[in-house]
Protein backbone atom coordinates (compact mmCIF):
# COMPACT_ATOMS: atom_id res chain seq x y z
CA UNK A 1 0.00 0.00 0.00
CA UNK A 2 1.40 3.56 -1.32
CA UNK A 3 1.03 5.29 2.30
CA UNK A 4 -1.46 8.27 1.79
CA UNK A 5 -3.06 11.26 3.76
CA UNK A 6 -6.75 11.78 4.37
CA UNK A 7 -8.41 10.78 0.63
CA UNK A 8 -9.74 14.20 0.10
CA UNK A 9 -11.06 13.06 -3.62
CA UNK A 10 -13.79 11.04 -2.03
CA UNK A 11 -17.03 12.09 -0.18
CA UNK A 12 -16.73 12.90 3.21
CA UNK A 13 -17.77 9.51 4.60
CA UNK A 14 -17.74 8.44 8.40
CA UNK A 15 -14.75 6.93 9.14
CA UNK A 16 -12.60 8.46 6.02
CA UNK A 17 -10.80 10.70 7.89
CA UNK A 18 -8.95 8.55 10.80
CA UNK A 19 -5.02 8.37 10.71
CA UNK A 20 -3.55 5.46 9.74
CA UNK A 21 -2.92 4.62 13.12
CA UNK A 22 -6.37 4.21 13.82
CA UNK A 23 -7.30 2.37 11.14
CA UNK A 24 -4.33 -0.52 11.59
CA UNK A 25 -5.82 -0.50 15.30
CA UNK A 26 -9.42 -1.10 14.96
CA UNK A 27 -8.63 -3.40 11.85
CA UNK A 28 -6.43 -5.88 13.72
CA UNK A 29 -9.01 -5.92 16.80
CA UNK A 30 -12.33 -6.19 14.84
CA UNK A 31 -11.26 -8.77 12.39
CA UNK A 32 -9.59 -12.48 12.86
CA UNK A 33 -6.43 -13.19 10.87
CA UNK A 34 -8.20 -15.41 8.97
CA UNK A 35 -10.86 -12.71 8.32
CA UNK A 36 -7.55 -10.46 7.39
CA UNK A 37 -6.53 -13.32 5.09
CA UNK A 38 -4.44 -12.34 1.77
CA UNK A 39 -5.39 -8.45 2.58
CA UNK A 40 -2.18 -7.39 1.37
CA UNK A 41 -2.86 -9.42 -2.54
CA UNK A 42 -6.24 -7.09 -2.77
CA UNK A 43 -3.89 -3.97 -3.22
CA UNK A 44 -2.63 -4.84 -6.74
CA UNK A 45 -6.42 -6.45 -8.09
CA UNK A 46 -8.89 -3.89 -6.53
CA UNK A 47 -10.15 -0.89 -8.43
CA UNK A 48 -7.51 2.00 -8.66
CA UNK A 49 -9.08 4.66 -6.17
CA UNK A 50 -8.90 2.20 -3.55
CA UNK A 51 -5.31 1.42 -3.64
CA UNK A 52 -3.86 3.90 -1.69
CA UNK A 53 -6.57 3.06 1.26
CA UNK A 54 -6.13 1.39 4.26
CA UNK A 55 -8.75 -1.50 4.15
CA UNK A 56 -10.78 -0.65 6.97
CA UNK A 57 -11.08 3.20 5.52
CA UNK A 58 -12.88 0.91 1.97
CA UNK A 59 -14.66 -0.78 4.39
CA UNK A 60 -16.05 2.71 5.62
CA UNK A 61 -16.47 3.91 2.26
CA UNK A 62 -18.47 0.80 0.88
CA UNK A 63 -20.42 0.59 3.95
CA UNK A 64 -21.77 4.35 3.17
CA UNK A 65 -22.57 2.99 -0.42
CA UNK A 66 -24.43 0.72 0.64
CA UNK A 67 -26.46 2.76 3.68
CA UNK A 68 -27.20 5.24 0.89
CA UNK A 69 -28.81 2.16 -1.06
CA UNK A 70 -30.52 1.37 1.58
CA UNK A 71 -32.15 5.05 2.70
CA UNK A 72 -33.00 5.28 -0.37
CA UNK A 73 -34.90 2.15 -0.52
CA UNK A 74 -36.43 3.04 2.60
CA UNK A 75 -37.45 6.72 1.04
CA UNK A 76 -39.29 4.64 -1.40
CA UNK A 77 -41.16 1.73 0.29
CA UNK A 78 -41.91 3.28 3.43
CA UNK A 79 -42.99 6.59 5.34
CA UNK A 80 -40.44 9.62 4.95
CA UNK A 81 -40.25 10.10 9.19
CA UNK A 82 -38.94 6.77 9.08
CA UNK A 83 -35.61 6.82 11.53
CA UNK A 84 -34.35 3.29 10.36
CA UNK A 85 -31.03 3.45 8.70
CA UNK A 86 -30.70 0.53 7.17
CA UNK A 87 -27.27 0.36 8.74
CA UNK A 88 -25.20 1.80 11.40
CA UNK A 89 -22.96 4.71 10.28
CA UNK A 90 -20.38 3.39 12.47
CA UNK A 91 -20.45 -0.21 10.50
CA UNK A 92 -18.47 -1.92 13.35
CA UNK A 93 -20.68 -1.13 16.20
CA UNK A 94 -23.28 -3.15 13.92
CA UNK A 95 -23.74 -7.33 13.69
CA UNK A 96 -23.18 -6.50 9.83
CA UNK A 97 -19.43 -5.54 10.42
CA UNK A 98 -18.01 -9.02 8.94
CA UNK A 99 -20.31 -9.20 6.40
CA UNK A 100 -19.35 -5.43 5.13
CA UNK A 101 -15.72 -6.82 5.58
CA UNK A 102 -16.35 -9.93 3.17
CA UNK A 103 -18.36 -7.81 0.59
CA UNK A 104 -15.83 -5.19 -0.19
CA UNK A 105 -13.10 -8.02 -0.29
CA UNK A 106 -14.83 -9.67 -2.54
CA UNK A 107 -15.61 -6.20 -4.69
CA UNK A 108 -11.34 -5.97 -4.17
CA UNK A 109 -11.31 -9.42 -5.57
CA UNK A 110 -12.53 -8.83 -9.17
CA UNK A 111 -11.28 -4.73 -9.06
CA UNK A 112 -14.78 -3.60 -9.11
CA UNK A 113 -15.62 -0.54 -8.21
CA UNK A 114 -18.24 -0.49 -4.79
CA UNK A 115 -21.08 1.37 -6.33
CA UNK A 116 -21.22 -0.68 -9.42
CA UNK A 117 -20.35 -3.59 -7.30
CA UNK A 118 -23.94 -2.98 -5.31
CA UNK A 119 -25.74 -2.26 -8.06
CA UNK A 120 -25.16 -5.64 -9.78
CA UNK A 121 -25.65 -7.19 -6.58
CA UNK A 122 -28.95 -5.22 -6.04
CA UNK A 123 -30.20 -5.99 -9.69
CA UNK A 124 -29.30 -10.06 -8.83
CA UNK A 125 -31.30 -9.62 -5.56
CA UNK A 126 -34.25 -8.25 -7.27
CA UNK A 127 -34.23 -10.54 -10.33
CA UNK A 128 -34.47 -13.35 -7.19
CA UNK A 129 -37.38 -11.34 -5.70
CA UNK A 130 -35.58 -10.45 -2.98
CA UNK A 131 -36.44 -6.99 -3.42
CA UNK A 132 -40.30 -6.99 -3.02
CA UNK A 133 -40.49 -6.31 0.69
CA UNK A 134 -40.21 -2.87 2.41
CA UNK A 135 -36.91 -4.04 3.93
CA UNK A 136 -33.36 -3.53 2.09
CA UNK A 137 -31.65 -6.71 2.09
CA UNK A 138 -28.86 -6.83 4.81
CA UNK A 139 -25.28 -6.83 3.63
CA UNK A 140 -24.91 -10.42 4.51
CA UNK A 141 -27.54 -11.41 1.57
CA UNK A 142 -25.44 -9.51 -0.63
CA UNK A 143 -22.14 -11.25 0.51
CA UNK A 144 -24.35 -14.50 -0.08
CA UNK A 145 -25.46 -13.97 -3.41
CA UNK A 146 -21.58 -12.60 -4.18
CA UNK A 147 -20.16 -15.82 -3.42
CA UNK A 148 -21.29 -17.73 -5.91
CA UNK A 149 -18.23 -17.40 -8.61
CA UNK A 150 -20.62 -17.73 -11.68
CA UNK A 151 -22.20 -14.26 -10.26
CA UNK A 152 -18.74 -12.58 -9.38
CA UNK A 153 -17.45 -13.90 -12.54
CA UNK A 154 -20.39 -11.80 -14.51
CA UNK A 155 -20.16 -8.34 -12.50
CA UNK A 156 -16.15 -8.86 -13.40
CA UNK A 157 -16.96 -9.51 -16.94
CA UNK A 158 -19.86 -6.76 -17.20
CA UNK A 159 -17.80 -3.98 -14.99
CA UNK A 160 -14.50 -4.79 -17.18
CA UNK A 161 -15.85 -5.48 -20.71
CA UNK A 162 -19.50 -3.35 -20.65
CA UNK A 163 -20.90 -0.86 -22.27
CA UNK A 164 -19.70 1.74 -19.53
CA UNK A 165 -15.90 3.10 -19.14
CA UNK A 166 -14.88 3.65 -15.73
CA UNK A 167 -12.75 6.68 -14.23
CA UNK A 168 -10.21 6.83 -11.16
CA UNK A 169 -11.19 9.94 -8.98
CA UNK A 170 -7.64 9.67 -7.42
CA UNK A 171 -5.55 12.04 -8.70
CA UNK A 172 -2.57 9.79 -8.65
CA UNK A 173 -3.96 8.51 -11.60
CA UNK A 174 -3.99 11.36 -13.49
CA UNK A 175 -1.54 11.85 -16.75
CA UNK A 176 0.30 14.59 -14.68
CA UNK A 177 1.12 12.22 -11.84
CA UNK A 178 2.55 9.53 -14.04
CA UNK A 179 5.46 7.98 -12.61
CA UNK A 180 5.45 4.34 -14.11
CA UNK A 181 3.61 2.94 -10.77
CA UNK A 182 2.42 -0.58 -12.16
CA UNK A 183 -1.12 0.95 -11.03
CA UNK A 184 -0.83 3.32 -13.29
CA UNK A 185 0.61 1.87 -16.29
CA UNK A 186 -2.55 -0.72 -15.28
CA UNK A 187 -4.76 1.73 -15.70
CA UNK A 188 -3.70 3.13 -19.30
CA UNK A 189 -3.81 -0.60 -20.32
CA UNK A 190 -7.76 -0.62 -19.26
CA UNK A 191 -8.51 2.75 -21.32
CA UNK A 192 -6.56 1.64 -24.14
CA UNK A 193 -8.03 -0.90 -24.18
CA UNK A 194 -11.93 0.73 -24.31
CA UNK A 195 -10.58 3.04 -26.74
CA UNK A 196 -9.46 0.26 -28.78
CA UNK A 197 -12.65 -1.50 -28.59
CA UNK A 198 -14.49 0.91 -30.06
CA UNK A 199 -15.67 -0.19 -33.84
CA UNK A 200 -15.20 3.63 -35.53
CA UNK A 201 -12.39 5.93 -35.66
CA UNK A 202 -14.79 8.77 -34.66
CA UNK A 203 -15.76 6.34 -31.50
CA UNK A 204 -12.10 6.04 -30.80
CA UNK A 205 -11.55 9.48 -30.86
CA UNK A 206 -14.33 10.62 -28.55
CA UNK A 207 -13.70 8.51 -25.74
CA UNK A 208 -9.61 9.50 -26.22
CA UNK A 209 -11.16 12.86 -25.78
CA UNK A 210 -12.94 12.23 -22.45
CA UNK A 211 -10.07 10.16 -21.34
CA UNK A 212 -7.20 12.60 -22.25
CA UNK A 213 -9.29 16.12 -21.92
CA UNK A 214 -11.89 15.88 -19.28
CA UNK A 215 -10.30 13.43 -17.52
CA UNK A 216 -6.88 13.79 -17.92
CA UNK A 217 -6.00 10.09 -17.59
CA UNK A 218 -4.23 9.09 -20.91
CA UNK A 219 -0.63 10.42 -21.95
CA UNK A 220 -0.16 12.21 -24.69
CA UNK A 221 2.69 9.92 -25.98
CA UNK A 222 1.12 7.03 -24.94
CA UNK A 223 -1.72 8.27 -26.77
CA UNK A 224 0.00 8.89 -30.26
CA UNK A 225 1.91 5.59 -29.37
CA UNK A 226 -1.62 3.51 -29.67
CA UNK A 227 -3.76 5.38 -31.78
CA UNK A 228 -1.37 7.00 -34.39
CA UNK A 229 -1.57 10.92 -34.58
CA UNK A 230 -4.88 10.76 -36.65
CA UNK A 231 -7.00 10.18 -34.14
CA UNK A 232 -5.25 11.99 -31.72
CA UNK A 233 -5.86 15.07 -33.60
CA UNK A 234 -9.39 14.52 -34.29
CA UNK A 235 -9.98 13.89 -30.59
CA UNK A 236 -7.93 17.55 -29.76
CA UNK A 237 -10.73 18.98 -31.65
Known amino acids: MVKTVLPFWLEPYFGMDKSLEECETLFLSSFTPI ?48 KKLGLKRDFLESREAVSINQLRRLADSIGVEYKAFLGALEGGLRVMGKLEGKYYPRPSLFVYLAQDKEVLNLIKTDFWQGDETYYAKDP ?40 MYKNNTIRLTRALQEFGLGVVKEAQM
Open 35 to 82: QRVSESALFSSKWFDYRRLHPLQADYYLAECYRQKAQSWIRKTEDYKS
Open 172 to 211: FFQSGQFISDPSQIFYEDYLCGRIHAQVTPFQKAMLLRTS
